[in-house]
């Protein structure tokens, strides 16, 4: 699985929106990126994924460049709920079905 | 629609004695993966089950071993428990094998002394 690169905490103000980033420089063609997040000592919550294309569901919204090298995870509004460490993962295809969690970026929403 | 379910919730053991914790998937999934989190680390895969077996496995010694049960549900075995054992071990299940959503529990909080 290619690794990824998170800073490892973000600060954002409640309403505002959160721009995570994630660098993914060794990506493959057949590897899907990840986003999940952990609220503390709560389980792994899913959030979204993509392939190539931007995807959009309720939760937020993940941009992906078109070199597919880096991905931003978009919270719209930010709620102090959202504080949380945020995952971003790559995973590829196959019959490797393991997600590999780094260390994340832990972001703090304040109000 | 229950999510995955696991139990217990939280549980203390003794150096070298033997834990069972148990998975039970999201309703229609029917792959469970087990995984360990270390205080301050992400999550590390032990291992997927599928149809009964176990499909992919990752850095763990063999005191650490699974089971899947036709209803889908799972068991993780550890056996002589070490203190380094400690940790939050999370239960995820998805549609299949490579299923693209992956769902996760809350986790058993195992605290070996």
């Known amino acids: 699985d290619a690794k990824t690169t998170q800073p490892p905490s973000m600060d954002c103000a409640e309403g505002r929106a959160a721009n995570l980033p994630c660098n993914h420089s060794?990506?493959?063609?057949?590897?899907?990126v990840y986003w999940y997040r952990q609220i503390h000592s709560q389980g792994p919550q899913y959030i979204i994924h993509?392939?190539?294309n931007n995807e959009t569901n309720e939760m937020a919204s993940l941009i992906i460049t078109e070199d597919r090298k880096s991905s931003t995870l978009i919270l719209p509004h930010a709620t102090l709920r959202d504080t949380a460490v945020y995952y971003c993962i790559v995973r590829s295809g196959g019959s490797n079905y393991k997600l590999t969690f780094g260390k994340g970026t832990l972001l703090t929403v304040n109000p | 629609d229950a999510g995955v379910t696991q139990s217990p919730t939280h549980l203390i053991k003794t150096r070298g004695q033997q834990v069972t914790l148990r998975c039970s998937p999201k309703?229609?999934?029917?792959?469970v993966s087990w995984y360990q989190q270390a205080l301050g680390q992400g999550p590390q895969f032990i291992f997927q089950y599928y149809e009964e077996e176990e499909r992919q496995r990752g850095n763990f010694p063999d005191r650490f071993s699974g089971h899947q049960f036709p209803n889908y549900s799972s068991e993780l075995n550890v056996n002589a428990l070490l203190l380094g054992d400690s940790a939050l071990y999370l239960c995820?299940?998805?549609?299949?094998?490579?299923?693209?959503?992956?769902?996760f529990g809350e986790g058993s909080w195992l605290t070996v002394v």
């Open positions: 309703s229609g999934h029917d792959t």
């Open positions: 060794t990506i493959s063609g057949n590897e899907y």
């Open positions: 993509g392939l190539k």
């Open positions: 995820a299940s998805s549609l299949d094998p490579s299923g693209n959503t992956i769902y």
